[in-house]
């Protein structure tokens, strides 16, 4: 006992001689400042392959910080100097508001109305919803249809076992998640694995192992298995939009290795960073991307994924009560 307490006790030492401790600020705006920019500097994960200069950020935004200027000041001025990171997935909390960098969708058409969604022509008022699954036929009942707007609603083996099987005589199947901003990114993988016929490969994951925005560790496989007794055979064809990010992004890129799926409609939202949160000295969080996903090919996912068929929502459809979008992938299936 005595020997694996001394290994401890000089493994502990000896960690502490090798981990930098970091520099603690004061409560005012000048230490909020740099505490909030440093915990960016040393922990994004995106400064490199987004080209953005933090140190140069710095520059510009330190002789703005006043001690004197008022809360709400200080909190605007943040704000803006972490909008410079163009991250939906970074947020500065307070007990009075939420920051949050919107262009990422707000910039692109929004090719999705749920006024379309529920008309006669679609859902209608004859669907089913359960666990935030809102399910139906279209296109003459041959088409099964499953509308998912948010991965923070959790489903499970039982609700798609009665689902797919209301849609046993269905020639095929649409899933929906344009305007799904994501949620649990357990849920993207539970609800990829039954579309899968083997496990798969489908994307690969990096961590911070220091500072420097180059150091992270080698990159390790996000594997997609395939659900053990529930899989849908039938061909897929899911819809996306600019709104849908984060988990929702993580599903895409998972379906984009399905056997017998297609993506239709627009590039995904993207929020390829797993968030992580930190506190500077005067209590508000922070939340940004730390740890980068990468597709099958290792490419980025951050900015978005691109759909095998790029179809927007035509305003001349929509004024006839079509969705663009939803035709083009009955059109897919019917084939």
Known sequence: MKKHFLFILLFG????????????????????????????????????????????????????????????????????????????HVNLYTSFAVSSYKKWYTDYPANFSSDLLYSERYLGNKYYSVSGLRYGKISNNNIGYIYYGDFSNRFGDTNMSYIFNYFKDCKGLIIDVRNNGGGYLDMSEQFASYFFDKETITGYMQHKTGDGPTDFSKPQEIKTPAHKSLQWQLPVVVLTNRMSYSATNAFVVRMKMAPKVTIVGDKTGGGGGLPFSSEIPNGWMVRFSASPMYDAQMQHTEWGIDPDIKVDLNAADKEKGYDTIIEKAIEILNR
Do not use: R
Request: with cysteine; aromatic share 14%.
């Open 13 to 88: 030492v000896f960690l502490s001689s090798c981990i930098e401790e970091p520099e603690i600020q004061a409560n005012t705006n000048e230490g909020n400042f740099e505490a909030l920019w440093s915990i960016i500097d040393k922990k994004y994960c995106y400064l490199e392959y987004k080209n953005i200069n933090w140190d140069s950020i710095h520059t510009t935004y330190k002789t703005k910080v006043n001690n004197k200027s008022g809360y709400l000041e200080f909190y605007n001025l943040m704000a803006d100097m972490l909008a410079e990171l163009k991250d939906g």
